[in-house]
Antibody, heavy 122, light 111 residues
Framework: QITLKESGPTLVKPTQTLTLTCSFS??????????VGWIRQPPGKALEWLAL???????RYISSLKNRLTITKDTSKNQVVLTMTNMDPVDTATYYC??????????????WGQGTLVTVSS | QSALTQPASVSGSPGQSITISCTGT?????????VSWFQHHPGKAPKFIIY???NRPSGVSNRFSGSKSGNTASLSISGLQAEDEADYFC???????????FGGGTKLTVL
């Protein structure tokens, strides 16, 4: 059974760096084809994909935030960490991590964490 | 990257059927058969219920079905039950980096 859980601060101040940890079980991030991504949803808005790390350490970032994001993995701990620098109130959102795998004809985020709400405010 | 367009809300009575639309463009929904749907009860993890437009993962009720016509994908739920009350969002592959786009979500109310 695959589970993921996000953890990190619920409140950060503008200009601070946000560090979120995704702890997972039921799969290994050293297995070929597997990835873990981060997706966020600002209040009242659509989901927005942020970053993805693959089993082979290949990393992808949304271009608009690429300079602020870093995604890393610790395979031995079954964790993926996302850092976002220079936080702004517009970054207030629920942040999700999700398992990505080839499914059927495509690749999908098939298992998600419950999300963690991060508020950016002074 | 623009989000896929979904109605903000839909409703139906127990036993009825409803359909939720997800409209994109020829660069995403219309161009590829890589549409997925999720059921999301607030505070819980989103649940993957449809992939490749119309396929259900193992364990998902056959009351959920997906389809696509042109740039619009649809999720249908038959025999509505109280536990179906949730938010539903769609996702599609897109030719535009970052290669994934999501809908804004639709709140289903079971009357």
């Amino acid at each position: 059974q695959i589970t993921l859980k996000e953890s990190g601060p619920t409140l950060v101040k503008p200009t601070q760096t946000l560090t979120l940890t995704c702890s997972f079980s039921g799969f290994s991030l050293s297995t070929s084809g597997v990835g873990v991504g981060w997706i966020r949803q600002p209040p009242g808005k659509a989901l927005e994909w942020l970053a993805l790390i693959y089993w082979d350490d290949d990393k992808r970032y949304i271009s608009s935030l690429k300079n602020r994001l870093t995604i890393t993995k610790d395979t031995s701990k079954n964790q993926v960490v996302l850092t976002m620098t220079n936080m702004d109130p517009v970054d207030t959102a629920t942040y999700y991590c999700a398992h990505r795998i080839h499914y059927g004809s495509g690749s999908y985020y098939d298992y998600w964490g419950q999300g963690t709400l991060v508020t950016v405010s002074s | 990257q623009s989000a896929l367009t979904q109605p903000a809300s839909v409703s139906g009575s127990p036993g009825q059927s409803i359909t939720i639309s997800c409209t994109g463009t020829s660069s995403d929904v219309g161009g590829y058969n890589y549409v997925s749907w999720f059921q999301h009860h607030p505070g819980k993890a989103p649940k993957f219920i449809i992939y490749d437009v119309s396929n259900r993962p193992s364990g998902v009720s056959n009351r959920f079905s997906g389809s696509k016509s042109g740039n619009t994908a649809s999720l249908s739920i038959s025999g509505l039950q109280a536990e179906d009350e949730a938010d539903y969002f769609c996702s599609s592959y897109t030719s535009i980096i970052p290669h994934v786009v999501f809908g804004g979500g639709t709140k289903l109310t079971v009357l």
